[in-house]
């Protein structure tokens, strides 16, 4: 999957002034500033990467100021990912097709919307040796901007994919648009299922919340993998479960480093290894 944006930004020569933003509200403990701060340092680049609390009201003239020379451009989050589409003068393949932006490209005046946590999941994927997609099946829970963008990656890659969600006909919502299909729990042929990704945020700073409550992992093949989104706690309470049944599964770190990744490689054309990014988010997982 390319990011359509080969070249190299305006203000990406050494030595010129580089300018990176988070837009979300709240901004303040967001881990993207330590990400690309570490990354500027490892590529020998001098850049700055500030959070900015945005409210919704104030997004297009947040916006409007990326415009300026010297901004490479910024990361969306909540609650604007899906709200800046009208702002922004282009859209990736991706973001176009999740309908959500968490990256914006400032490229001589202009705006490009992209989503780098389609391909940062897909990458996160490979390096955790996810079964390929011909293994079984692949199972999506929840239905909000996570899983619309895992749903489009995954069945990039020729994933069978079902999509499972607390609220049922929001699934069926996320299917009809991007493929798939919609499923109850219940209604699983889990003994098939190779891939479980948890794109739901159950479980997000909730150690005893889990998006499958009593719930069987030996249901599961043992190659099976299970993939949480949620990187906070390091251990989710799904990942304890599949792993007690003796399942591979792995937090959303990876996800999490692997977007940072691509969106600096987007603005500066430097691939700084997703290994300092993860590093600079802090912490270490927790393994059995
Ligand atoms: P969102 O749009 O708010 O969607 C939340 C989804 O989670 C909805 O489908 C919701 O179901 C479901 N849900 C919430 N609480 C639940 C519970 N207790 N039990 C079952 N389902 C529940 O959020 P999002 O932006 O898609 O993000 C989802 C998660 O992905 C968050 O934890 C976020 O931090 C994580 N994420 C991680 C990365 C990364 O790089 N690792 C990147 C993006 C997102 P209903 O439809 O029924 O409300």
């Known amino acids: 999957m390319t990011l359509g944006v080969p070249d190299l930004p305006p203000g990406s020569a050494p030595g010129r002034p580089r300018r990176a933003y988070l837009y979300a509200d709240p901004a303040a403990h967001s881990r ?9 340092a490892h590529a020998g680049l001098t850049g700055t990467y500030e959070a900015v609390r945005v409210p919704a009201p104030e ?38 097709a999740v309908g959500a932006v968490n990256t914006v490209l400032h490229r001589d005046g202009r705006l490009l919307g992209e989503n780098t946590d389609a391909p940062g999941l897909l990458a996160a994927l490979e390096e955790a040796q996810a079964p390929a997609p011909s293994a079984g099946l692949t199972v999506v829970l929840g239905a909000g901007g996570a899983a619309r963008a895992a749903v489009w990656a995954l069945r990039s890659r020729g994933h069978d994919v ?27 042929p889990w003994s098939g299922v190779t891939l479980l990704v948890n794109a739901s945020s159950a479980g997000l700073d909730a150690p005893d919340e889990t ?24 251990e989710t309470r799904l990942m304890r479960e599949a792993r007690a049944a003796g ?12 977007q940072a990744r691509l969106a600096f490689l987007a603005w500066t054309g430097v691939d700084v290894p997703a290994s300092v990014f993860r590093a600079a988010a802090g912490g270490h997982e927790v393994r059995p």
């Open 32 to 40: 993207s500033p330590a990400m690309h701060r570490a990354a500027f």
């Open 211 to 234: 998006p499958l409550p009593d719930f069987d992992f030996s249901r599961l093949p043992p190659g099976a993998l299970v993939y949480d989104m949620v990187y906070q706690p390091p």
């Open 247 to 258: 399942l591979r599964a792995e937090n959303g770190r990876s996800m999490l480093a692997h």
């Open 162 to 188: 079902r999509v499972v969600n607390r609220t049922p006909a929001r699934a069926e919502a996320l299917a009809r648009n991007l493929g798939g299909t919609a499923q109850a729990s219940g209604d699983v």
């Open 59 to 96: 997004l297009s003239a947040a916006l409007a100021r990326l415009r300026e020379p010297g901004v490479l451009g910024a990361n969306l989050s909540l609650p604007h990912k899906e709200a800046a589409l009208p702002f922004l003068d282009d859209l990736s393949e991706a973001a176009r």
